[in-house]
């Protein structure tokens, strides 16, 4: 049988990114479809951290706080960035679409994970989530992927595949400070991205399903309905 045991805790890599995993750790992820950062943005930023990893990687030791808080800072200035100008297919600018990843992400709440904050963007993903023990942030990522992918295909044209890069970014959260940036931060990507004027507006984050609105009802988009019928996620 594998040892999964780093993907509970400890430092390891499926590819370009590093992942570093704590038991009982919160984390910020963002997931994103395939195609949206060129192969040679990818390669650039590969190389700029390059120098924070072969740190951690030459001393065989998991990154500090502060090589995580430098990772982030790239990540967000840098990586972020690309995605919010909309390069490659923004699949999730389709609200039928995007209600089917926004219903993923909430089904096994209280079950499986417990989500402090979440939007979906048209062609990413952004979600700060605790997994219940003995929940891996691994299984409950491919859960929400290959079940959104699934069902979204089957609503495309032309099944895309893959339809999700198969890496993710994730940022273990050190505290309650950087809990608090890193929800900040999800919620007002809508807004930075230049998408609505208050994180509120945004349809598909927890910002804007946790306020209360007479309104609804009326050209809304019942995310949590959207994993009704057919398959659930995995």
Known sequence: MPDNKHLVAGLHSRGVLPHLKREGGTYFVTFRLAG?????????????????????????????WHEQEELFRWYSSRV????????????LCDPELAAIVAGAIQFFEGQRYEL?????????????VWPKPPQTLSAILHSW?????????????????????????????????????CCHYTLMNPVNAG???????????SAYVAQPSPAAGAGTVPVRSATTGGETPL
């Open 36 to 64: 949206t950062l060129p192969k040679e943005v990818l390669l650039r930023f590969k190389q700029e951290r390059a120098a924070i990893l072969q740190q951690a990687e030459g001393a065989k030791r998991p990154l500090t």
């Open 145 to 181: 992927k290959s079940y959104s992918a699934h069902e979204i295909n089957h609503r495309l044209p032309a099944p895309v595949v893959p339809f999700w890069q198969g890496e993710s970014y994730d940022h273990l959260i050190r505290d309650e400070d950087d809990l608090h940036r």
């Open 80 to 91: 972020d960035k690309h995605l919010d100008a909309g390069h490659g297919t923004c699949h």
């Open 195 to 205: 998408l609505c004027a208050r994180m509120e507006d945004w349809k598909w984050s």
């Open 116 to 128: 402090r904050a979440w939007v979906v963007m048209p062609n990413h993903v952004h979600v700060v």
